[in-house]
């Protein structure tokens, strides 16, 4: 029997964020491994006409959840959607459910967040800063905690090119933010942003670093760990591979290309792919969490889970996997043939954006006004340019993490518990997960049929560009 599976039988277990990407894949593995759990206690806002038990009845009808159902038929009854908004001070939960969440929880992993690149620094300090210290303080006052786990990101510190594993300082001390933001009104903010997040490149990365220091400011004598996943990514194995939901990080870029908008991208191609398979990064958090519990370490810990420094890809191998992939598996209905020209020059890069991005769309638009359509392919392109801008810092940089605290971990686990909460990335056959994720970015991200296969396949053949059946 694995120990960690084990450890969290009979435990109330509080976890934030658990209607996101990684928040799911936590609870799907925490059900199938220990489904003795007591509770599953989650802060869940109600969101686009949905009340907090029609979400949760959505996540555990998708297939994510079909193999939990079979081991824990009595899912529904553990899981206890507790309304909280988490960007109002007091999270806006009721006295009673904040009575009952202090006296039972035993471990809580905080994985909410703005992701947002774009987010205000209002937003971003409000929901990755003070909700993190809002939720410090309600751990200090449960009797019966036995470990805090806080996801942040490889990128907190992406302003270094070598990352411990040590929680660095920010220039700025996050009480200071918090406050001034308190009072300052919203153009003077706008304006002193980009002093504030000086080499961060965007107010994320930033404010997960604020939060960090958080957790070690607001400590006192909790036990507490802290994981940094690099780009989290589709399934590798569990519950199945290339499970995945929303279309951050590489996802959008992999429909991007493989519907034919995107063929050019501004990227180092020898620059390292640090993408992290989700099921690998929430086996760690179960594992951590069961090692700050039982080992009650003397410090907060920090745990890199990346892939760059065990098992190395890099954007050029990824991205031909990706097209290699288009050929076997093509997109429905795609906009031009998929290609992928990585150059990490600005200027090809620009001529590339106006020549297979830019006019292409305006093109098109003039045949859908041509046609009595409304034109639209201008204004998608802008803003895919836009996302794609954003993501172009990570993709032409390399960085060095060191994995000290994750090997030791690894090494402390019985030969069970590594197969059964396996984050031994070195196992990880990079051409097979690339697959496996291009395919589950069509089945669960589009929708896509599968039986469409050998008629997009048949298309493609003999595509010439652009497609006008969008
Ligand atoms: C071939 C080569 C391959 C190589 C492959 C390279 C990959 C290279 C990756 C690098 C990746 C680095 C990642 C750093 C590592 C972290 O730790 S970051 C954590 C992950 N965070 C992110 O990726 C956030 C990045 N995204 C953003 O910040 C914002 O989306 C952007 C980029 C500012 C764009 O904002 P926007 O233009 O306002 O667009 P947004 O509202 O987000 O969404 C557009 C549309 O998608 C829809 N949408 C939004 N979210 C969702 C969702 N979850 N599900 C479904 N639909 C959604 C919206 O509804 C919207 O549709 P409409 O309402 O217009 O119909
Ligand atoms: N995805 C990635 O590539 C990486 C992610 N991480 C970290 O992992 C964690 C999880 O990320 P991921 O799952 O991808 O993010 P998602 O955007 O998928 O999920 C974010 C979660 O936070 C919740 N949330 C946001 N605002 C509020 C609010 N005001 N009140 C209550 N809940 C709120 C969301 O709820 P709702 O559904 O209601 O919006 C959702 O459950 C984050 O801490 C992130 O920084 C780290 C590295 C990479």
Known sequence: MSTIAAFYGGKSILITGATGFLGKVLMEKLFRTSPDLKVIYILVRPKAGQTLQQRVFQILDSKLFEKVKEVCPNVHEKIRAIYADLNQNDFAISKEDMQELLSCTNIIFHCAATVRFDDTLRHAVQLNVTATRQLLLMASQMPKLEAFIHISTAYSNCNLKHIDEVIYPCPVEPKKIIDSLEWLDDAIIDEITPKLIRDWPNIYTYTKALGEMVVQ?????????????????????????????????????????????????????????????????????????????????????????????????????????????????????????????????????????????????????????????????????????????????????????????????????????????????????????????????KKYLLKEDMAGIPKAKQRLKRSCTPYSTL
């Not at 769309?361 to 201008?378: E, H, N, Q, S, V």
Request: glycine residues 4%; positive net charge; aromatic residues 12%.
């Open 217 to 441: 400011q607001e400590s006192r004598n909790l036990n507490i760990a802290i994981i940094r996943p690099s780009i989290v990514g589709a399934t590798w194995q569990e519950p199945f591979p290339g499970w995945v939901d929303n279309i951050n990080g590489p996802n959008g870029i992999i429909i991007a290309t493989g519907k034919g908008f995107l063929r050019a991208i501004k990227a180092t191609p020898m620059a390292v792919a640090d993408v992290i398979p989700v099921d690998t990064v929430v086996n760690l958090m179960l594992a951590v969490g069961w090692y700050t519990a039982v080992h009650r370490p003397k410090s907060t810990l920090v745990y890199h889970i990346t892939s760059g420094n065990m098992n190395p890809c890099n954007w050029h191998k990824m991205g031909v996997q990706v097209l290699a992939t288009f050929e076997k598996i093509p997109f429905e209905r795609p906009f031009r043939r998929p290609n992928a020209n990585f150059t990490s020059n600005s200027f090809t890069s620009q001529y590339w954006n106006a020549v297979s991005h830019r006019a292409p769309a305006i093109i098109y638009d003039c045949y859908l006004r041509l046609t009595g359509r409304k034109p639209r392919m201008t204004k998608l392109m802008n803003r895919l340019l836009r996302t794609v801008s954003m993501l172009e810092y990570f993709i032409n940089r390399s960085w060095e993490w060191s994995t000290y605290n994750t090997e030791m971990l690894m090494s402390e686990l019985s030969p069970e518990d590594q197969r059964v909460f396996n984050f031994d990335v070195r196992q990880l056959n990079w051409l097979e997960y690339i697959e496996n994720y291009v395919l589950g970015v």
